[in-house]
């Protein structure tokens, strides 16, 4: 019903800076918000960043504030996650997430993720 499509991932330097991409197609009208989660090898996936569609006020993790910023562009359907001063603790999978609220209740929505790495 929803699908998401993420680009932008990539090798970057300590330091350095990445912008991702999530473009979502589908029953769009339905989407609540939209977040970015991680995984490393060995870790939980963790919340990164969340906006809410209609609104735009955003959530994040402690680990991340003052160097990403979450964003998105209604009109494109599109959601963004820009990566500043990146460390090598965030090299992990990135995933784009949906979730819908509609009769019938929560509904989650998942992208295929994205590498990011940070090494020097």
């Known amino acids: 019903q929803v699908q998401l499509v993420e680009s932008g991932g990539g090798l970057v330097q300590p330091g350095g800076s990445l912008r991702l991409s999530c473009a979502a197609s589908g029953s769009i009208s339905s989407i609540n918000h939209m977040g970015w989660y991680r995984q490393a090898p060995g870790k939980q996936r963790e919340l990164v960043a969340l906006?809410?569609?209609?609104?735009?006020?955003?959530n994040y993790a402690d680990s991340v504030k003052g160097r990403f910023t979450i964003s998105r562009d209604n009109a494109k359907n599109m959601v963004y996650l820009q990566m500043n001063n990146l460390k090598p603790e965030d090299t992990a999978v990135y995933y784009c997430?949906?979730?819908?609220?509609?009769?019938?209740?929560?509904?989650?929505?998942w992208g295929q993720g994205t590498q990011v790495t940070v090494s020097s």
């Open positions: 906006i809410i569609i209609s609104g735009g006020s955003t």
């Open positions: 997430k949906a979730r819908s609220f509609r009769a019938g209740g929560a509904y989650d929505y």
